[in-house]
């Protein structure tokens, strides 16, 4: 017996369609697409942790010491790597035309005041001479004038040795502080000039830690506590002593300059890093990631990742933030997560 298949319609199959359910034909692919992620408040994350950022050791006096005169280099009496003492020579110039100059500048100060004497005693036998009418008063007038040039030749005259000896005092560079020579520039034998560099003199005794600090860690640096500058495996006490109040243009950040509080041997300029415990509470750096770009962190907004920017983050470093303590932010899937990406939220 032979079975009679029904015939194929085409409109059957359109019915079909119509019938099924309007959530199946018409699914969302982006509900397919959410990333699923864990939120926590931002306030369960901050926490109270030591700070510290780059910094280094550095002197407050670097300076160049130059010839003042004319001169040739006689003697050098002390080379790179010496220490030296405030007032100690190192070196002298050939002083023989200075020397006749204070010589000639004494003898000119020698007739100054014979010529002032002269004239003074000139002036107060005039003096007499004129209360007794001998004299006229022409004659007295020229005689105070003569005593009050005398007397203007002798102040130049003066001046002058004066001059000349400060010139003398040149022939010989002396340390303005006590250091260490870190350069010679000068040769024996060689001619200078007044400005021609000497010497290099760092002070060792007068160092300062700098570090560049945000804005916000300059706030928090000031609350916290153990301040100290860390290098070598030397941990050295700090005193704050200045905030330069300018922030720089490039960076963001602000000097601050520390004072050490303890002894140690360490060169300058040596690298390390300034640290402190901190008061105010802070983003781990856990929980920091990059973005085209910069640093910041992954927050959720009404189902949508949003990347919020912290352009003070240091890589490895937490962070301060000004988000209220209420701030959803992402923890599971954070470093998957793309601004403007479609989350969805799972209970944990």
């Known amino acids: 017996m032979l079975l009679k298949l ?4 085409p409109a059957w199959c359109v019915a079909v369609i119509l019938l099924l359910p309007v959530n199946v034909l018409a699914a969302d692919p982006a509900e397919n697409d959410r990333l699923p992620v864990t939120l926590r408040p931002l306030g369960e994350v901050l926490q109270t942790s030591e700070r510290s950022v780059a910094a280094s050791l550095i002197s407050l006096n670097d300076s160049t010491l130059s010839a003042e005169i004319s001169a040739r280099v006689t003697k050098l009496l002390v080379d790179a790597g010496d220490r030296v003492k405030a007032a100690q020579v190192l070196a002298e110039l050939d002083c023989r035309d200075y020397a006749f100059a204070l010589n000639q500048a ?7 005041n014979a010529r002032y004497g002269f004239a003074s ?7 007499r001479l004129r209360k007794t009418g001998v004299i006229p008063a022409e004659t007295l007038d020229k005689a105070a004038a003569d005593s009050d040039a005398s007397k203007a030749d002798l102040a130049v005259a003066k001046a002058q040795v004066e001059t000349a000896r400060l010139a003398v005092s040149r022939c010989a560079i ?5 250091g260490q020579i870190t350069r010679r520039h000068l040769q024996l034998g060689q001619q200078v000039a007044p400005g021609t560099p000497a010497f290099q003199l760092l002070q060792g005794d007068a160092l300062e830690v700098s570090a560049s600090l945000s804005v916000n860690e300059v706030q928090d640096q000031a609350q916290g506590t153990e301040l100290r500058f860390v290098a070598d495996g030397v941990s050295i006490p700090l005193e704050r002593r ?5 922030i720089a243009g490039n960076t963001r950040t602000q000097e601050v300059r520390f004072t050490l509080k303890g002894e140690h041997d360490l060169p300058v300029g040596r690298s390390g890093r300034v640290v402190w415990q901190g008061k105010l509470p802070v983003l781990p750096a856990s929980w920091i990631v990059r973005r085209e770009g910069g640093l910041g962190v992954m927050l959720e907004d009404n189902g949508v990742a949003k990347f919020h920017p912290l352009p003070d983050a240091q890589e490895g470093q937490p962070v301060l933030l000004d988000l209220p303590p209420e701030t ?17 939220v799972v209970v944990r």
Do not use: T
């Not at 959803?328 to 793309?338: H, S, T």
């Open 6 to 9: 029904p015939v194929f319609n």
């Open 106 to 112: 004494k003898a000119g100060e020698a007739a100054a």
């Open 121 to 127: 005693s000139q002036l107060q036998r005039n003096q």
């Open 174 to 178: 002396q340390a303005p502080f006590a």
């Open 242 to 246: 200045a905030v330069i109040g300018q």
């Open 328 to 344: 959803r932010i992402i923890d599971q899937n954070r470093l998957r997560a793309r601004d403007g990406q479609l989350v969805e």
